[in-house]
């Protein structure tokens, strides 16, 4: 594998972890594209033609919008991921809009591309059901807790969740951002962040929130981060570092014996 390869992969911990076969599958037709906050990567309804890999610190998000203007998150994607059709063959309909919340580097590459080299490696395939799995997980526990936790604990959940994805204790989020993405009303939120901000949990800035103790915010935080953060290192083999931050996926060892049986079944073949 090319070093402009190597690099290529770099910013993307899904990507990262494949072997070099598996890159070499995906390589020739990822491109990189710059995304700013906003970009909207596909919408409700729309084709989804596309599998976009966020890199570095570039967070995206898919929503669901309702038709009074109101909408809500049901997921956060960034490094550690894909947005798209991760799981369908592509071109399907899609059931939200994926909307780019922090701006930055993203790979893109044909859905049909990749349904092709799933198609033709165990091992990928492996990596990416596990990853849809997780994503599924996050989806759903974020359902649950809407449905059945205060808006503090929403909030604080998100928080976490996006600064597992970019790693730094500084989030640039705006008023406006988190009231979107938790579906309420900003008066309300505000009151939310002086209480958090109170509690000496966040400090609130011009368009940007800090999280204060990354401790002391997991333990007031209800358990839906901590059981979606478990389901990734389990099933998908994420490392995680003492502040949260995603740091690598490391393929469970059932997807390095796929490899292994693949392999021998195609020299099995060439010896016929």
Same mark, same amino acid.
């Given at each position: ?52 890999? =966020?890199? !570095? ?9 309702? +038709? @009074?203007?109101?909408? $809500?998150? %049901?997921?956060? /994607? ?71 936790? =205060?808006? !503090? ?9 996006? +600064? @597992?994805?970019?790693? $730094?204790? %500084?989030?640039? /989020? ?89 392999? $021998? ?8």
């Amino acid at each position: 594998m090319s070093s402009a390869f190597d690099s290529l992969f770099e910013g993307n911990l899904l990507l990262k972890a494949l072997h070099d076969d598996d890159r070499a599958l995906l390589g020739p037709h990822l491109e990189r594209h710059h995304y700013a906050k906003g970009d909207t990567l596909f919408s409700a309804g729309s084709a989804v033609s596309a599998i976009s890999f =966020p890199c !570095e610190q570039t967070v995206a998000t898919l929503v669901i919008a309702m +038709q @009074d203007g109101r909408s $809500a998150e %049901t997921a956060t /994607i960034g490094r550690e991921g894909a947005v798209g059709g991760v799981v369908s063959n592509g071109c399907l309909p899609a059931s939200t809009h994926a909307v780019v919340q922090i701006g930055g580097p993203v790979l893109r590459m044909e859905a049909t591309r990749l349904q092709e080299a799933k198609r033709r490696s165990a091992t990928l395939r492996n990596l990416f059901t596990r990853y849809s799995d997780c994503l599924l997980a996050q989806v759903l526990q974020s359902v649950a807790c809407n449905a059945l936790h =205060p808006i !503090e604990a929403r909030c604080l959940r998100w928080l976490l969740t996006l +600064q @597992d994805r970019i790693g $730094a204790d %500084t989030l640039p /989020i705006t008023h406006e951002l988190l009231a979107a993405m938790l579906g309420v009303q900003r008066t309300y939120l505000t009151r939310i962040r002086r209480t958090l901000q109170q509690q000496g949990l966040i400090e609130v800035g011009r368009g940007r929130i800090t999280i204060l103790n990354r401790t002391s915010l997991e333990n007031a935080a209800c358990e839906c981060h901590g059981n979606v953060k478990r389901h990734f290192e389990t099933v998908l083999g994420a490392v995680y570092g003492p502040k949260g931050h995603l740091l690598k996926v490391r393929p469970p060892e059932d997807a390095r014996e796929a490899r292994s049986l693949a392999l $021998a079944s195609m020299t099995e073949k060439a010896d016929r």
